[in-house]
């Protein structure tokens, strides 16, 4: 195959000359809204940050970046995109894929932990489920769903806590759940 086309494109490109300068970032993504309330437009942790926080990696994070962070409410907002090449998604239905719903929780905690590990005192430890409690999963989530994951903690201890999470789909609310957790040192690699 050395030296032989394997592909051609052809393009056309149009230009107008009342292109502004700068391009407003809703043309790209429109507003994330929840609860009526707008949510910011560029991420204030995308996946590298949350990352950095929580040790779930690939295929098992399901948090993809933060819109909204507030301590004196105890609340943060993340965004999940969900994908059809998820993993689950080959045998969690075939032909009718939809998200497990442990996996909604799953996300829920994620989010979560984001916020709890992300304090400065709770560097280097670990959040562990303890209880989930009241879970209801409301409308199903298929490939191609923008989930907002809005978590706020409701019970704060040095080492235990609860929350209470909601999964959106645009307005709706797919699931929620309330969370228990214990944080535990990470054990040193060896």
């Known amino acids: 195959m050395r030296d032989q086309q394997v592909c051609q494109a052809e393009f056309t490109v149009g230009l107008s000359a009342n292109v502004s300068d700068h391009i407003p970032d809703a043309e790209f993504a429109p507003p994330l ?10 991420p204030i942790n995308n996946i590298n940050g ?51 719903g442990t996996l909604l929780v799953e996300a829920i905690a994620q989010v979560g932990a984001v ?23 409301r409308r199903p989530v298929r490939p ?12 704060s201890r040095p080492r235990v806590g609860k929350a209470h999470g909601r999964v959106f789909v645009g307005p709706h609310l797919a699931a929620e759940a309330h969370i228990s957790f214990v944080l535990v040192d990470r054990p040193s690699p060896g």
């Open 115 to 137: 916020f709890i590990l992300g304090k400065p005192e709770n560097k280097g430890k670990l959040a562990y489920f303890m209880a989930v409690d009241m879970a209801r999963f």
């Open 33 to 42: 809204i929840m609860d009526n309330t707008p949510i910011q437009t560029a």
């Open 50 to 100: 949350i990352m950095n926080i929580i040790p779930h990696r690939y295929p098992f994070i399901l948090v993809d970046a933060i819109y909204y962070l507030n301590e004196g409410e105890n609340r943060i907002v993340g965004l999940k995109n969900v994908t059809g090449n998820e993993s689950f998604f080959s045998g969690h239905f075939p032909k009718y894929p939809i998200m497990p």
């Open 144 to 155: 191609g769903d923008q989930l907002l994951i809005d978590v706020l903690q409701t019970v």
